[in-house]
């Protein structure tokens, strides 16, 4: 059972627009964390937010935190090339370490 | 080397084998972690260790996967008669205590 549910599953768009990625669930989390992955390498750690309703920037990509600490946001403007990828997000429950990953969102931008 | 390792990149075996897949974390980490993602899946938690004790085994799927870390520092995988539905690539992740989980490029097993 996936308890991060992240939509839409795949986004292909053109160099310049822009997107958003949802990340939901009905579960609470400590905190959330978003990885981009490339083909046959491990996810690789974006952003972490922590507070509810916390938006953090990261040069073209904002990220939310739900107020609730439900549900989180990526905002990507003006995609390039480069961000073509595999977008998680990842939950943690309060007491533990470990991560609860979405299922995932396959960007492709067209230059 | 900086990162974590893990090996080997690639493991093909045949149904019934016993395999062992190999993490080497970064020097320090504490805590070291193992996670299965399938095909076009986001990674599902397996087992995480801090030191040398398993402190939460609750995503391993069945009693034919188990792993150790007798020092603290590497891990291994084991899966003992594989079956087609092991296959997926394992990722390993280490961390201190709390902090930032760290992957490594993982090992894609393939079980024919």
């Known amino acids: 059972t996936q308890l991060l549910e992240q939509s839409p599953q795949f986004l292909s768009i053109q160099e310049g627009e822009n997107l958003t990625v949802y990340c939901n669930s009905s579960?609470?989390?400590?905190?959330l964390q978003w990885y981009r992955q490339e083909p046959g390498e491990g996810p690789v750690l974006l952003v972490t937010v922590v507070t509810g309703g916390e938006v953090k920037k990261l040069k073209r990509l904002t990220f939310q935190f739900g107020d609730a600490r439900k549900d989180s946001s990526l905002h990507i403007t003006a995609a390039q090339p480069g961000d073509t990828g595999l977008y998680l997000c990842a939950g943690r429950r309060y007491n533990t370490d470990k991560l609860i990953f979405g299922t995932g969102t396959r960007l492709q931008v067209f230059p | 080397g900086a990162g974590v390792s893990q090996t080997p990149s690639n493991k093909v075996t045949e149904k019934g084998k016993y395999v062992e897949l190999r993490c080497d974390p970064i020097?320090?980490?504490?805590?070291l972690y193992w996670y299965r993602q399938s095909l076009g899946q986001g990674p599902e938690f397996l087992i995480y260790f801090q030191g040398t004790g398993a402190a939460d085994d609750s995503g391993l799927p069945n009693d034919r996967f188990f792993a150790v870390r007798p020092e603290g520092s590497v891990s291994t995988l084991k899966i003992q008669r594989t079956e087609r539905g092991d296959s997926a690539v394992y990722l390993c992740?280490?961390?201190?205590?709390?902090?930032?989980?760290?992957f490594g490029a993982g090992t894609r097993l393939s079980v024919l």
């Open positions: 579960s609470v989390f400590s905190s």
């Open positions: 020097s320090g980490h504490t805590a």
């Open positions: 992740a280490s961390s201190s205590q709390g902090g930032i989980q760290y």
